[in-house]
Structure formats: C-alpha cells, structure tokens
C-alpha cells in the first residue's frame, strides 16, 4: 500500500470504526511505571487482521501494520513492539510523556473495520516521604500544629497514623488539606494525647506505596495539672524536730518548678519538699494555711495546689515529781506531790497510784486547780506506793514517779500454829503484824522472855516442857509502838493426836451398810425357801 493510501485510509478509519469494535480494548486506564513495559491487550481473536493502525491522542502515529510490514513512528523506534495476530502493542522504557489515550484501528482480511480506545497512565514510583512541622514543639492548649507530609511521585494519596491507629480529622479541630504532592494535617488548640506519636505518614498511588522511614515525634509541652500536697491531712500539731515534711507534687512536662506559701505569703524555697526546718527558719510555729503554687517553665502557666493547716509544737522533754524526803509517819505526816516538766507546751497532767489513774476520791487527797500537785493530809498506810506524774501534749507524752513509804503500825499481830503437837514433833510459830517498817519480834513462854527475836519460833522437838503460852511481841523502831498476841500449845503423847482420817471413817461406814444389806438379802432369801406359801385358791 503506497504512502498516500494509507494516509487517506487513516483519515478514514475513525469514521467507519466509530461504531464497530469498541470493546477490543481494556477500559482504562491501564497503569504502568515509569522506565518499565507495558502490553495494551487486544480482544481480538481468528480475525486476521491485514492492517493495524496505533495512533497516540488521536493524531501521533504510533505503528502502523500493514501488508505484512511493520512500521514504527521515529518517536517510538526502539520502544515499540507488535503482535500482529490479535493487534496487542507492547511499549517499553516508559516515559511520563506516553501517558494518554490510545486508538487502535483494525482491518480485517473479510474487510470488517474494527476499532477501541484506552488510557495509560505511566505512574513515577512513590519516594522521598517527608514529615515537617511548622513548630519545633508545641504547648497545649495554646499551638496550633500543623505536619506536613510530602512526596515524589504520580497521583498521589496520603494516610496519617499516630502509633498504631489512623489519625481521625472531625473537620473541626484536626483537619487535612491535600495536594497532588503533599498532604497537610493540623491540630488547633493541641492536646498531649494528640501527638502521642510515633507520627508516621503513607504516600501511596495505584502501583507503590512508601511509608516514612523515621518516625516524627513532636513533644507537646503540657501542665502543671493535679498540684497537690502529700500528705493531705496532717495532724493538727506536728512535734518539732520530727522528720515530718510536706511534698508538692505535679502533672508537668517539662517538670513544674514549686513556690510555697505560708498564709499566702511566699516562703524561700523553690523545692518540691517543704521541711519543718524550712518553717521554722521563717519563724512560723502557730497553726497556718500552708500552700504549694507549681508553674510550668515553658508555657508559664501556674497552679495553686488546696491548702492544708498544721501547727508546730515542742515536746515535752522530760518530767520529775518533786515529794517529801523526811520520814512521814500515818495520821501524823502531810504529803505534798509536785509535777515538774521541762520543755515543751504542757497539756495535760495525769496522776496514777500503783498504775491506775489518781482520783480526789477523799478529802485526804486535793489536787491543785492545774492538775501539777498533790497534797495527801493526813498521811495513811494505804498511801504507800507508786505515785505516777504524766505529762503529755498533742505531741508528745512524760512520766515520772515516786515512791511514798508511810510510816505505821505495827498493827495487831496474828500467830499460826497449831494447838496441840505430840512428843518430839517439829513445831513452828509464825508472828505476823503489819508494819513498815517490818517490825522486830520478841517471844515469850509462860510470860518468860526467849531467845527467839525472829518472826518464826520454832522447836525442833516437841517436849511437854513446851507446852504453855506463847506470846509475840511485835515493835515499829521508828514510831516506837508495840503489839502483843498470844498462843496456847498444848504438847502430848505420842499416839494420842492419831486418828482415822474423815476419808477412812467414811469408808468404813459403807462397808459396814454393805455388810448389813447382805445379810438381811441372805435371811430373807432362806426365809422364802423353807415356809411353804398357801395357795389362794
């Protein structure tokens, strides 16, 4: 076919093959990458076609298949193949200029014109994702952030992930504006947890797909929040010197700097710890309002923290009871009982007697109208004892104690023994009379004076000599007074005190009721046996 043909025939195939064929290729458009081949498919099959016809946007020759010969377009030489069974074209080494429509136009050996449309689209791979931030950190709140993400490459679409979870725009507050290159994110009014990151961002198009590979992390400056005080409710009074210490503590990034107040007015220290020795280099020692004000270094934003109230107090550093050092003797001595302490605020004051708390149960006993003394008149034996000053405050607790001797007796004497001892038995009198001090004790026999100055007279072996009355005397050296009881023993022969025991005797008795049933069963069994029982009938 001669060159002025085929140029007419191409003039003339779009008007016959506008309705004929349209389906011999694949709808578009058909997606290939830049540098690399791409086949456009025909559905034509047991046609023969005897003439092809590529044309690319409808006016560039693109190869043209004719008469059994081929022939390419200069632009295309090198880069085009055909197959000229079923019309398919292959293009290879792509160029971002071969993208657009192409039209194939089909004579068959029977005459038929067929014809078909498609699209190319020669796509540039995705690279060079990028994450840039218009901040180099933010402060909640406050920033507006905005990230943007770029990339190289043909149609591009984009996906933000924060972690592990897409980021979700509420149209509001966090939006996107999109490009062909770029994708921009931005957060109004930014919070900590919108940036918790790490921020990653996707560029994809319908052939690659490339994600950063460097996360972006921004930090998001946030606080202070939840400024409190440990602990939250001190004791009304803490004792001085006591390793007591208040803590400030705070939600902050970065890390909060402290101010504390005393009664709102501004103590020297910037620590987190508020000691004792802190308060009281300030002079403060009454119950105040204490306060801690934490402020963040970057956005300057500061927060007072609720108040908690506390005095200091001293402790009570010792105590002595100050009592009567002469010798006091009943119903004629007075005691007076003094409570001193040193150190500290006095609070309470306690008397206990033995360990049991000291009460003005008797006129004898008067306490001074502060609880600090005591005045016991007149003295008795029953005061005798542990006397017990305690001292104690809302922080600490002393005692003291003294111990009373009273001086009385002795009282009536008491003598145990026995009555009546047998010949050469061991025989011992105990005197007893209370005293204090422990009287003396002397014994006499029949009213004779002894040998015996003991508590104890004892006799060895018992003789009928002893037998008599015994009398103790019991003597106080101090308040020079003597009592006297006797005892009568009565010493016997040997033999004459031995009896059954009461267990004997009464073991005895039962034997002899046993024995006596016996018999009496015994008679009257032998009384059935021999008398003759008359018959009632």
């Not at 193949?81 to 068959?108: E, F, H, Q, R």
């Not at 919070?191 to 560029?203: E, F, K, S």
């Not at 009896?499 to 018999?519: P, Q």
Request: hydrophobic share 35%.
């Amino acid at each position: 076919m001669d060159p002025l043909s085929l140029k007419s025939l191409l003039l003339l195939l779009p008007l016959l093959g506008c309705c004929v064929g349209q389906g011999i290729l694949p709808e578009g458009p058909v997606a290939a990458l830049v540098g690399g081949n791409v086949t456009l498919k025909t559905t034509i099959t047991d046609q023969n076609p005897s003439v092809i016809i590529w044309t690319f946007n409808g006016q560039i020759s693109v190869a043209t298949f004719s008469s059994g010969n081929l022939k390419v377009a200069p632009a295309y030489t090198g880069r085009v193949s055909l197959n000229p069974t079923d019309g398919s074209l292959t293009l290879s080494a792509l160029k971002p200029g071969d993208s657009g429509d192409y039209i194939l136009n089909v004579i068959t050996s029977d005459g038929t014109t067929l014809a078909g449309e498609t699209k190319l689209q020669v796509v540039e791979p995705v690279s060079d994702v990028v994450i840039k931030s218009n901040v180099p950190d933010a402060i909640e709140y406050n920033s507006t952030v905005i990230l943007t993400c770029s990339a190289k490459g043909t149609s591009l679409s984009f996906k933000w992930i924060n972690g592990s979870m897409p980021i979700v725009f509420d149209s509001t507050r966090i939006t996107e504006i999109k490009t062909n290159l770029s994708s921009m994110l931005t957060i109004k009014n930014v919070l900590r947890t919108d940036l918790v990151g790490p921020i990653y961002c996707t560029a994809s198009n319908s052939l690659t797909t490339k994600t950063t590979t460097t996360p972006f992390n921004l930090t998001v400056y946030y606080g202070p929040d939840d400024v409190t005080i440990r602990p939250a409710n001190p004791p009304k009074f803490v004792q001085a010197g006591s390793t007591f210490n208040l803590t400030c503590s705070a939600s902050s990034l970065p890390p909060a700097s402290f101010t504390w107040y005393c009664n709102g007015t501004m103590i020297g220290t910037s620590s987190s710890i508020l000691t004792l020795d802190m308060i009281k280099a300030q002079g403060y020692t009454k119950a105040a309002n204490y306060t801690c004000r934490a402020e963040n270094p970057k956005s300057k934003r500061n927060v007072a923290s609720p108040a908690v109230s506390f005095a200091i107090m001293e402790g009570i550093s010792s105590v002595k009871i100050i009592g009567p050092t002469g010798v006091l003797i009943a119903d004629n001595s007075t005691a007076n009982l003094s409570c001193q302490a040193t150190g500290g605020t006095v609070g309470d004051i306690d008397w206990l007697k033995d360990g049991k708390p000291l009460e003005p149960s008797s006129p004898r006993v008067v306490f001074a109208a502060d609880g600090s003394s005591i005045l016991i008149s007149p003295l008795q034996k029953d005061d005798n004892g542990r006397f017990t000053c305690r001292v104690s405050n809302d922080v600490s607790s002393k005692e003291a104690h003294y111990i009373m001797q009273v001086v009385y007796g002795p009282e009536q004497p008491t003598i145990k023994a026995d009555k009546a001892v047998e010949v050469n038995q061991r025989v011992e009198l105990t005197c007893s009379a209370p005293s204090v001090p422990p009287a003396n004790y002397t014994w006499k026999l029949n009213g004779t004076a002894t040998t015996t100055t003991a508590a104890v007279f004892i006799i060895t072996s018992a003789a009928y000599k002893d037998t008599g009355t015994y009398t103790c005397e019991a003597r106080n050296i101090i308040t020079g007074k003597t009592t006297t009881t006797s005892h009568n023993l009565s010493v016997r022969g040997e033999g004459t005190l031995d009896g059954l025991s009461d267990g004997a005797i009464a073991g005895i008795v039962i034997a002899v009721i046993i024995a006596v049933a016996v018999v009496v069963v015994g008679v009257w069994y032998y009384c059935r046996q021999k008398v003759p029982m008359s018959s009632p009938y």
